[in-house]
């Protein structure tokens, strides 16, 4: 069987069945709370390294696997939900839960900075580019009046017909995508954290 049939094979397969078995509101289902709230769960076993053994303990860091299991289950949450990171399993101290909030705020907080810092910095190379572009443009347009060197007006059109598009490439689509993932760097900057040990069943 060629690739082409196979893909379209598995394509058909996947809108019958996957997409339905998949769907976000099955995962929230199980997740949503009141108040337009999903609570993502972290079972913490008593062996677990709460902080990063990599780092001094000044730091505060968490254990990384605590921020990828996060991420991949807040993968399915739509940006408009608020989210409740709600931690269970491994009894914590008080100080151990406000560092475990501290270390998350500082985490989601940082990439919130740095996404307006991609957008900034996004939004300056589209201006860069846009003007680069017409410059070549106007020069391509006034040289071929006065110049028959086909071979280097040929370059500075292409030049700055590159240019323009990439500065539209920059404010449309990148820029979007940009936007998108300040909306989910808000979104989990703005996270809820509660605690329950399941050792002693207490608050």
Known sequence: MKKKEVYKERMAALK?????????????EKRKEEDHK??????????????DPLAPT??????????RYIEEQVYFVPSEYDIVIHFSGKKLLPNEQDLVRKALQDHYN??????????????????????????????????TLRNHNFVLLEIISIVGTF???ESVNCWLIQGHERRVDLHNALQMALVQVSFHNLTDKTE
């Open 16 to 28: 019958q069945n996957a997409t339905k078995k998949y769907t976000n509101e099955r995962f929230l």
């Open 38 to 51: 999903v609570k993502i769960e972290v079972v913490l076993p008593q062996d677990f390294e709460l902080f």
């Open 58 to 67: 000044k730091y505060g860091m968490l254990n990384p696997e605590i921020y």
């Open 110 to 143: 940082l990439q919130v900075y740095d996404k307006l810092d991609d957008i900034r910095r996004n939004r300056l190379l589209g201006i860069f580019l846009l003007i680069f572009g017409s410059i070549a443009l106007a020069l391509y347009f006034f040289m």
């Open 163 to 165: 240019s323009v598009w």
